[in-house]
């Protein structure tokens, strides 16, 4: 297959529905979008928007009611997809009796990593997201933050070639948001694709290339994210305004849609 | 089969640095001290006394210990959402199954094996007669009965709630005989259908009884062949394959 020729993921008409008959409610309504080899793209919405349900089913955790979800033109879940995946859940435990080098050593082990890469790659993940010197400490020692950073290893763990965060710095201290956004501009400098839910609008701003926005399961809005704040800095003939507003400013004019 | 052994160490290590087993085996370590004290009050038999505490101990322990874990690994996984990292990774539904189900009977195991070093530390220095060619054929029944206890409360897990899940299978392992016992004494008194409801029940719920050779055990009796062994050991793969088998078609759809 040629990733240059084909999108890392491709969502087409997707809809998710949780619960049966008059208890059935729909989490995605018909979203459709694709995210191209190298491209960082921000998915980002208002609690219940939908954005945790897209991403289950890019993994195949869960399965759509309607719609094709293709990840390097696989089927999304599918272990050829996975082996070039690497995720990063909303919230996370890892298991409190192991240590964090064997949390990773399974981790990497289920990606097929032998024991010498292992070796010679935990410490320096440990170190990168900021673990040095922990790799032998019990996990259910590990601060919340701490465990997210283990998350963020095990993500990265194989080097894979598209990367998906479920709340990309959920559980992080301003430390950890910095270490971690130093993680993301070198695998985005690497080419690496990554795709990430989150609710804190800087973040997409000073690392996307590209934000989709979302509300009640829909797609509000695909845009690059260089010219959506040059327009929004311009303003064309309205006051400039900032990401935060143009966010609110759509979720709210969507909500009232609704009601209408 | 690295991603199966990779999945069932965890549960290993799990097994290994929880305290629980130990306190089990602290438990019934203390009982055969106590037992064993009956040798001032001068009892008859004593070396037959001391084995059929021991041995009832131990299976009841063991037993116990694989119902929690086996129950417990599903829904701890969805819980803890450590299963989103696990199953995010190239490791298909049924090799996490595998994996975990060979880990929980590998910990039974550990723990069916430490009990019976005990039995067999404590026979020695009480210097107790033990036909060990009887004692072998014990222990593998209680391997297989560890591997049937496994597969039964991991898809008990996926069916019903943790607690009733321990619970059920609890009861099936302590009264599963009796019940069986139960269904063929009313056989002849119900309708095809409820024959055919009786004839299921009786071929899906194990009789823990015929993993059972304590008595053999404790009596001397002679060994029993290798044919009833193939036999239950072949009745014990029939149990296995449809419980494991269910539990994947349950889980291989599941919404994590």
């Given at each position: 297959m040629s990733d240059s020729a084909e999108h890392v993921i491709e969502i087409e008409g997707l809809c998710v529905r949780y619960g049966r008959g008059a208890k059935a409610h729909s989490a995605v309504r018909e979203l459709s979008f694709t995210v191209e080899r190298g491209e960082t793209v921000g998915f980002i919405g208002p609690n219940g928007a939908g954005k945790s349900s897209t991403i289950k089913t890019l993994m195949g955790f869960i399965f759509p009611q309607a719609g094709r979800v293709r990840v390097f033109g696989e089927p999304a879940g599918s272990i050829l997809a996975r082996r070039r995946s690497g995720y990063l859940p909303e919230v996370s435990l890892y298991y409190p009796f192991m240590k964090g080098r064997e949390v990773l050593e399974l981790y990497g082990g289920l990606h097929g990593l032998d024991r010498a890469t292992l070796k010679r790659r935990i410490p320096e993940l440990l170190e990168k997201v900021g673990l040095a010197g922990q790799g032998e400490v019990l996990l259910k020692h590990y601060s919340k933050g701490m465990q997210q950073r283990v998350g963020i290893a095990q993500a990265i763990i194989s080097d894979p070639d598209l990367l998906i965060f479920d709340e990309?710095?959920?559980?992080?201290?301003p430390i950890g948001r910095h270490d971690l956004r130093a993680v993301l501009l070198d695998l985005k400098r690497r080419g690496k694709t990554i795709f990430f839910s989150s609710h804190e609008l800087y973040e997409v701003e000073a690392l996307c290339d590209r934000v989709i926005m979302i509300h009640q399961g829909r797609k509000l809005a695909d845009e690059i994210v260089p010219d959506l704040l040059g327009r929004l800095a311009r303003g064309n003939g309205h006051p400039p305004m900032s990401f935060e507003q143009h966010f609110m400013n759509l979720v709210r004019s969507t909500g009232e849609e609704v009601a209408a | 089969m690295r991603r199966l052994t990779l999945v069932a160490r965890t549960i290993f290590i799990e097994a290994l640095r929880r305290r629980e087993i130990y306190v089990i085996i602290l438990i019934t370590v203390a009982v055969l001290v106590l037992v064993s004290f009956a040798r001032v009050f001068h009892l008859e038999y004593l070396h037959k006394f001391y084995q059929e505490i021991a041995l009832k101990t131990m299976s009841v322990a063991t037993a116990i210990t694989v119902i929690v874990l086996g129950a417990r690994q599903l829904p701890r996984e969805f819980d803890n959402r450590t299963i989103y990292p696990l199953m995010a990774k190239p490791l298909a539904r049924h090799e996490f199954l595998l994996g975990k189900y060979c880990g929980v009977v590998v910990a039974g195991l550990f723990c069916l094996m430490l009990f019976m070093a005990v039995f067999s530390a404590g026979a020695l220095l009480m210097r107790m007669p033990i036909a060990w060619s009887v004692f072998a054929e014990f222990v593998y029944l209680q391997i297989l009965l560890v591997a049937v206890l496994a597969a039964l409360s991991f898809l008990l897990s996926l069916v019903v709630h943790l607690d009733a899940a321990i619970t059920v299978a609890t009861l099936i392992y302590l009264l599963g005989s009796a019940l069986t016992n139960a269904l063929s004494m009313i056989y002849g008194y119900v309708g095809a259908a409820g024959r055919a409801v009786l004839l299921v029940l009786n071929y899906t719920i194990p009789q823990p009884k015929l993993f059972d050779l304590s008595a053999k055990v404790i009596h001397n009796w002679p060994p029993v062949s290798a044919a009833i062994l193939g036999l239950v050991t072949l009745y014990a793969l029939m149990l296995i394959v449809p419980y494991l088998g269910l539990s994947y078609f349950l889980f291989r759809r599941r919404a994590l």
């Open positions: 990309l710095s959920s559980g992080l201290d | -």
